[in-house]
């Protein structure tokens, strides 16, 4: 049996760092073949001068070329043209993450809501381990701001709740996330033993925004790839991955480190699923295979109402006629009711949730 490619899995460059400036490269893409964006541009700090620690030794801060624009004017400019590159790039249900400070991040918010963009949340990432504000002029800055929007309002973005409620031991996960940053054998060194990138992402950030976000075999691009945090967590996760980066220096240290990494086995790479991705089961599939009757009676999970079984598939209760969605929220006179787990059958003399008889098909599904 011949697989048929798609045509933009051919031509992308699949787990690759590619050498030039971002707009260029993002430009020579196909259009619509990338499931998701991490960005961490250029936060355009405007530092002047030197910042010493009160010993005197010299702060390793944001002082490259690259992070240094002419005006604010400049660096609207140049975010608007990215911004637009990377739109063209993304499938029609895909979404785009992009961190920064308040230096820069709500200027990429503006730009993103005028691009066409549709944010879905804004996440800060409160750092456990923040640098110190030396000077003591201003509060120390302990966090950064990650902004998740889909490519427009109507997209069907992935979202893998289930999983991410998982990995926060069962609570639902909230968009403030306590990370510590870079330090110690995460923080990567250059061959004279310094920071290989002053603003290296931890991978716990990333392992958290693409287990979320993606799935395996998804396409994710990085245009600001520095060091390769979304490569070498991409790898892992079994994502596949584009980096983007200019500086020969980066791309050598990322090549390193990607190298290194070992991709976890397909196992390790399920994920709890969202109810919502599971298999559709409609109500009267039950009927149609007699595994429920019409006439049959359903009893409310509460014990205060039953209801007939019709041949169809709906429910009769009184005067009230529909789904099992409808009749239950009507009887209830609520706005809504999930009828799969508001009604139950008897077996054997027990109350038994109808849902369970859902999860049997699932099952067979799988």
Request: with cysteine; aromatic share 8%; proline share 5%.
């Amino acid at each position: 049996m011949t697989i048929k490619t798609k045509p933009e899995a051919r031509a992308l460059p699949l787990n690759q760092i590619l050498s030039g400036d971002c707009i260029k490269v993002m430009n020579s893409l196909p259009e619509g073949s990338i499931d998701l964006i991490f960005a961490d541009p250029p936060y355009n700090l405007q530092l002047k001068g030197d910042l010493h620690r009160p010993d005197n030794s010299k702060v390793d801060a944001v002082d490259d070329a690259w992070d240094q624009f002419a005006s604010f004017d400049a660096y609207d400019k140049f975010t608007t043209a990215w911004l637009a590159a990377a739109r063209r790039l993304l499938k029609p249900n895909g979404a785009i993450w992009v961190i920064g400070s308040y230096h820069n991040i709500f200027r990429v918010g503006a730009a993103l809501q005028n691009q066409g963009f549709w944010i879905l949340n804004d996440v800060i990432w409160r750092k456990s381990n923040p640098m110190p504000n030396f000077r003591g002029a201003r509060l120390t800055n302990a966090h950064e701001t990650l902004i998740w929007a889909s490519k427009n309002e109507a997209s069907k973005f992935t979202f893998n709740y289930e999983a991410l409620k998982a990995l926060n031991e069962g609570i639902q996960m909230r968009s403030d996330w306590v990370l510590p940053i870079c330090n110690g054998h995460e923080r990567l060194k250059n061959e004279a033993g310094e920071k290989a990138h002053p603003t290296q992402k931890p991978e716990s950030l990333l392992h958290r925004a693409l287990l979320g976000t993606t799935n395996p075999g998804d396409v994710v691009l990085d245009p600001f790839f520095g060091t390769g945090t979304t490569g070498a967590v991409a790898k892992m996760l079994g994502r596949e991955f584009i980096g983007i980066e200019r500086e020969a220096a980066y791309r050598k240290v990322a090549k390193k480190r990607i190298d290194r990494v070992r991709k976890f086995d397909k196992e390790a790479l399920q994920v709890s699923i969202s109810k919502r991705a599971e298999p559709r089961v409609p109500f009267g599939q039950l009927v149609e295979r007699g595994m429920l009757r019409p006439g049959e009676e359903l009893i409310s999970i509460n014990g205060r109402h039953r209801a007939k079984i019709r041949a169809d598939g709906t429910l009769i209760a009184h005067d009230q006629r529909g789904s099992i969605h409808q009749v239950g929220a009507a009887l209830e006179g609520a706005p809504s009711c999930n009828g799969w787990t508001y009604w139950s059958f008897k077996q054997d003399g027990k109350q038994v949730p109808i849902d369970l008889l859902r999860q049997q098909i699932r099952a067979e599904m799988s």
